[in-house]
């Protein structure tokens, strides 16, 4: 009678889209499309026999189940501290699989969420097989480099970089300068000239604004 009125239990499962050694590239719970009842449903979800859409989440979208490879029932799989996962009797990373990669049907790669402290890693699209295919095509000159639209860059290589330009244009600045000096020195004794700051600078002044 309850089960006429409420209808059969839901059953849900984590959506995993690519399955590593010791990685799970997890999107989130998802729910079945299927008329199986629970069990033969939970079942064919471990033995991967399931063939149909699953609804992802509160996306609202419906996807099929090719494009994953492991839909595991909601109480086989268990989250637990620091990134990590307990399933099939041992401990996995876990990495976040962001919505616009769950159409994806190329590898994906990890890497760290610089943005926020959770979750520790997130995918994105591995495309280094397109870039060795770009630069091994005829007629380009210059390497190419594909990448995700939106792809974190590493913000330590940007900070080396704007501390390598720093260092190179302190460095220059600083050559230039003695060179500037002993020119404005030359003439000055050439001149028969006291040697002022204000002096020098006039003189530094002109040769930098010079052609």
């Given at each position: 009678?309850?089960?006429?009125?409420?209808g059969?239990?839901?059953?849900?499962c984590?959506v995993i889209?690519q399955l590593?050694?010791q990685?799970l590239?997890l999107?989130?719970l998802?729910?079945?499309?299927?008329?199986?009842?629970?069990?033969?449903?939970k079942?064919a979800?471990?033995?991967q026999?399931?063939s149909?859409?699953?609804?992802?989440?509160?996306?609202?979208l419906l996807?099929?189940?090719?494009l994953?490879?492991?839909?595991?029932?909601?109480?086989d799989l268990?989250l637990v501290h620091?990134?990590?996962?307990h399933?099939?009797?041992?401990?996995w990373?876990?990495?976040?699989?962001?919505?616009?990669?769950?159409?994806?049907?190329g590898?994906?790669?990890?890497e760290?969420n610089?943005?926020?402290d959770?979750?520790?890693?997130v995918s994105?699209e591995d495309v280094s097989?397109?870039s060795?295919?770009a630069?091994r095509?005829?007629g380009?000159?210059?390497?190419?480099?594909?990448?995700?639209?939106?792809?974190?860059?590493?913000p330590?290589?940007?900070?080396r970089y704007a501390?390598?330009?720093?260092?190179k244009?302190r460095?220059?600045?600083?050559h230039?300068y003695?060179?500037?000096?002993?020119?404005?020195?030359r003439?000055?004794?050439?001149?028969d000239?006291?040697?002022?700051?204000g002096h020098?600078e006039?003189?530094i002044?002109s040769?930098?604004?010079?052609?």
């Open positions: 009678m309850l089960r006429r009125v409420f059969k239990k839901t059953v849900r984590w889209k590593d050694t990685m590239h999107c989130l998802g729910r079945p499309d299927s008329r199986l009842k629970p069990e033969p449903l079942e979800l471990r033995q026999r399931f149909g859409g699953i609804s992802m989440g509160e996306s609202g996807l099929n189940a090719r994953f490879d492991a839909l595991v029932p909601e109480e268990e620091d990134g990590l996962a399933w099939r009797g041992r401990f990373v876990v990495s976040q699989v962001p919505q616009k990669c769950w159409t994806w049907e590898r994906l790669v990890a760290r610089h943005l926020n959770q979750p520790l890693l994105r097989a397109i060795r295919r630069e095509a005829p380009l000159t210059d390497k190419a480099v594909f990448r995700s639209q939106d792809a974190l860059e590493d330590d290589k940007d900070i501390i390598e330009r720093g260092l244009s460095a220059e600045f600083a230039r003695e060179q500037d000096l002993a020119f404005a020195m003439r000055s004794n050439e001149r000239e006291p040697v002022s700051d020098l006039c003189e002044s040769r930098v604004e010079s052609p």
